[in-house]
């Protein structure tokens, strides 16, 4: 079974900085895109940023490009989302999601980030 | 970007009744990689449609999509309660990944 977890979310300050975890079992990790997308209390989704296979191709959502970091460690079979710069429109769900291409298959359960002072 | 505008915002239906969804992309989605997703309260969201038309591993056929281009089109054949939800377009060609605002589907 495909299992994706999160970790990291909080109560965070505007200006602060976090880091989202996220760990994959029952699938090879390091042969899927990985993204995380978020969901703001009550609204729809959003694709916040992609990596590649093997690291060497991100892609991010202009309004989080140059404060969030994508990256991953297939050896620990782990995402990871460093969140700096926090502002209160950040405030959402965050999923880790796998990708077979760009084609999101499967989502973890989410973990929720609260920016505000 | 490609703006995906869904509609209705709200669809009221009983459970054996047939549905259409529609998702009107800004400009023509390439390769017509357009998915669609279900999300029920407090749960992730679940692939249905991907490739426009193709079911996902498990999904019933009572779920089909259509469509190419810039228009596209989630269908119930006949509602059960466990449909009733949330459903999402995507479209996952063109960096960034965009999806819909969402419809509804709600017991009337």
């Known amino acids: 079974e495909v299992q994706l977890v999160e970790s990291g979310g909080g109560l965070v300050q505007p200006g602060g900085s976090l880091r989202l975890s996220c760990v994959g079992s029952g699938f090879t990790f390091s042969s899927y895109w990985m993204n995380w997308v978020r969901q703001a209390p009550g609204k729809g989704l959003e694709w916040v940023a992609n990596?590649?296979?093997?690291?060497?191709?991100?892609n991010y959502l202009d309004s989080v490009r140059g404060r969030f970091t994508i990256s991953r460690d297939n050896a620990e079979k782990s995402l990871f989302l460093q969140m700096n710069n926090l502002r209160p429109e950040d405030t959402a769900v965050y999923y880790c999601?796998?990708?077979?291409?760009?084609?999101?298959?499967?989502w973890g359960q989410g973990t929720l980030l609260t920016v505000t002072s | 970007e490609i703006v995906l505008t869904q509609s209705p915002g709200t669809l009221s239906l009983s459970p054996g009744e047939r549905a259409t969804l529609s998702c009107r992309a800004s400009?023509?989605?390439?390769?017509?990689?357009l998915a669609w997703y279900q999300q029920k309260p407090g749960q992730a969201p679940r692939l249905l449609i991907y490739?426009?038309?193709n079911r996902a591993t498990g999904i019933p056929d009572r779920f089909s999509g259509g469509g190419s281009g810039t228009d596209f089109t989630l269908t119930f054949s006949r509602l059960e309660p466990d449909d009733f939800a949330v459903f999402y377009c995507q479209q996952y060609a063109t960096s960034p990944l965009t999806f819909g605002g969402g419809t509804k589907v709600e017991i009337k």
């Open positions: 490739d426009a038309s």
């Open positions: 999601a796998g990708a077979g291409g760009w084609l999101i298959e499967n």
């Open positions: 400009q023509s989605v390439p390769k017509n990689y």
């Open positions: 990596i590649k296979q093997d690291g060497s191709e991100k």
